[in-house]
């Protein structure tokens, strides 16, 4: 398998954050007097939408109830991103290790996300000196495209930017949603699920792990199932 760059496709192939999203929804929740608490299953259930808002927007249906998605998104960022500047992240397994053998075999890397600048920065804040913007090739965020994922638009806007065909590119992402943009965009793709994604449909995926491995862009291209 010869690339020419490693596309990391959400916040959640880098660190893992699920569980603080989880708790900033509740807060949020608290805040806006709604009687909502998202427990795990329920959220592991919600994540099959993609982007917060929509979440928010198809629970409120279910339940019956009317009011502000926005701002009640908008809270729940602000309860994360205090969340996260309080306590240091780590990388995901492996992240590093992929970051590195890149830099030394002159493949390129992009972040290739179509979240908020906002939930970037505060990202990468969170992680300290060990993994930076700076330590990527590009970086994406979703005033780039029109149309968000699930949709491969800013998969093919990296593929753009990055000057390379799809062929020779592999991307990372960590929902069965997400796997879906760039899979779409003709992309080979790795699926490296969450905490709370683990049981979600990633048949698509070239390979499906819970750590990452220099291996995995050199070998072949058979499907192999999660451990």
């Not at 808002?53 to 998104?73: F, K, M, P, S, T």
């Not at 492996?94 to 002159?106: H, I, K, N, T």
């Not at 590119?169 to 069965?176: F, L, Q, R, S, V």
């Given at each position: 398998?010869?690339?020419?760059?490693?596309?990391?496709?959400?916040?959640?192939?880098?660190?893992?954050?699920?569980?603080?999203?989880?708790?900033?929804?509740?807060?949020?929740?608290?805040?806006?007097?709604?009687d909502?608490?998202?427990?795990?299953?329920?959220?592991?259930?919600?994540?099959?939408?993609?982007?917060g808002?929509?979440?928010?927007?198809?629970?409120?249906?279910?339940?019956?109830?009317?009011?502000?998605?926005?701002?009640?998104?908008?809270?729940?960022?602000?309860?994360?991103?205090?969340?996260?500047?309080?306590?240091?992240?780590?990388?995901?397994?492996?992240?590093?290790?992929?970051m590195?053998?890149?830099?030394?075999?002159?493949?390129?890397?992009?972040?290739?996300?179509?979240?908020?600048?906002?939930?970037?920065?505060?990202?990468?804040?969170?992680?300290?000196?060990?993994?930076?913007?700076?330590?990527?090739?590009?970086?994406?965020?979703?005033?780039?495209?029109?149309?968000?994922?699930?949709?491969?638009?800013?998969?093919?806007?990296?593929?753009?930017?990055?000057?390379?065909?799809?062929?020779?590119?592999?991307?990372?992402?960590?929902?069965?949603?997400?796997?879906?943009?760039?899979?779409?965009?003709?992309?080979?793709?790795?699926?490296?699920?969450?905490?709370?994604?683990?049981?979600?449909?990633?048949?698509?995926?070239?390979?499906?792990?819970?750590?990452?491995?220099?291996?995995?862009?050199?070998?072949?291209?058979?499907?192999?199932?999660?451990?």
């Amino acid at each position: 398998m010869t690339i020419s760059a490693i596309l990391f496709g959400s916040i959640g192939t880098l660190v893992e954050t699920s569980e603080h999203q989880r708790h900033a929804f509740n807060r949020a929740f608290r805040d806006s007097g709604l009687d909502w608490n998202w427990d795990q299953p329920t959220y592991r259930d919600l994540l099959a939408v993609s982007g917060g808002q929509n979440r928010i927007r198809l629970y409120a249906e279910r339940r019956g109830d009317v009011l502000d998605v926005a701002e009640v998104h908008r809270l729940k960022t602000q309860h994360f991103d205090n969340g996260m500047e309080i306590g240091g992240l780590e990388a995901r397994p492996g992240v590093l290790d992929v970051m590195r053998w890149a830099v030394s075999e002159g493949v390129k890397t992009a972040f290739v996300t179509s979240t908020s600048q906002e939930n970037i920065d505060v990202t990468f804040k969170a992680l300290g000196n060990t993994l930076t913007a700076d330590d990527f090739d590009l970086v994406t965020n979703a005033t780039m495209v029109a149309a968000l994922k699930p949709a491969p638009d800013i998969y093919n806007y990296a593929l753009d930017q990055l000057g390379i065909d799809a062929a020779d590119a592999i991307a990372i992402e960590d929902t069965g949603k997400s796997l879906k943009a760039p899979v779409a965009a003709g992309i080979r793709s790795i699926a490296f699920p969450g905490a709370n994604t683990l049981r979600q449909n990633y048949g698509a995926a070239i390979h499906v792990v819970d750590r990452l491995s220099p291996d995995l862009f050199v070998s072949s291209d058979e499907h192999v199932e999660a451990a």
